[in-house]
Each structure stands twice: as C-alpha cells, then as structure tokens.
Nanobody, 127 residues
Framework: QVQLVESGGGLVQAGGSLRVSCAAS????????MGWFRQAPGKEREFVAA????????YYTDSVKGRFTISRANAKNTVYLQMNSLKPEDTAVYYC????????????????????WGQGTQVTVSS
C-alpha cells in the first residue's frame, strides 16, 4: 500500500501562484512514477502532469505547459506541483497518484495507469 496526502491548496487570484504538495508513505516511493490530476465540478478527472520515478522525465497537458512544474524530492517522499500564472479554469480538486509500474522515463498520462490516489486538495482561482 501507498498512502498519498495532498496539501497546499487554497484560494488565489488569477495570475497568482500556488504550490501543492503530495506526501507519500508505505512502499518504496522512489520506485513509482507520480502524477497530478484535477477534477472540476461537473467534469471528468483530467491529467495535469507526471514525473518519472527517476525525476529525469516530465510530461504536461497542453493547457498547463509553461505555467506548471512538477517535481519530486524522493528523500522527503514528496511530489510537488508549482502552479504559476493561474487561471480561473485551473479551479479544481487536485489529486496526486502513484503509478502501477515505472521506467526511467515513464510518465503515464492515463488514470488507469495509476494505482494509488490521494484524497485531493482544492485549488480555487478567482477572477
């Protein structure tokens, strides 16, 4: 089992920044690719960003490229999502997830490729 707990969500004005964190415990954290997903009210969960277990590869959905940065600190068992230039459409519950399997550059984008999920943290961007 891997337990994931998100934190750092909150209310921010459009154009502002926020960093959400995901603390992991349980099985060896460094062996998992990690991802961030988000879900807005009335919408399906969507992929946001992923980082390989090595930290050597990242992948972002087009809508956040250049604005969001995913990173990990394996020694702290923590994954981060730095969100800059936030837009109202970024408003959602943000979830972190750990993948089923991994490779050095593995950055899965499908929810089905993730095995463990956190409870989410709310990010609200006001206009």
């Amino acid at each position: 089992q891997v337990q994931l707990v998100e934190s750092g969500g909150g209310l921010v004005q459009a154009g502002g920044s926020l960093r959400v964190s995901c603390a992991a415990s349980g099985r060896t954290f460094s062996n998992y690719a990690m991802g961030w997903f988000r879900q807005a009210p009335g919408k399906e969960r969507e992929f946001v960003a992923a980082i390989s277990w090595s930290g050597s590869s990242t992948y972002y959905t087009d809508s956040v490229k250049g604005r969001f940065t995913i990173s990990r600190a394996n020694a702290k068992n923590t994954v981060y999502l730095q969100m800059n230039s936030l837009k109202p459409e970024d408003t959602a519950v943000y979830y972190c997830a750990a993948s089923y399997g991994s490779g050095y550059y593995y950055t899965p984008q499908a929810g089905s490729e993730y095995r463990y999920w956190g409870q989410g943290t709310q990010v609200t961007v006001s206009s």
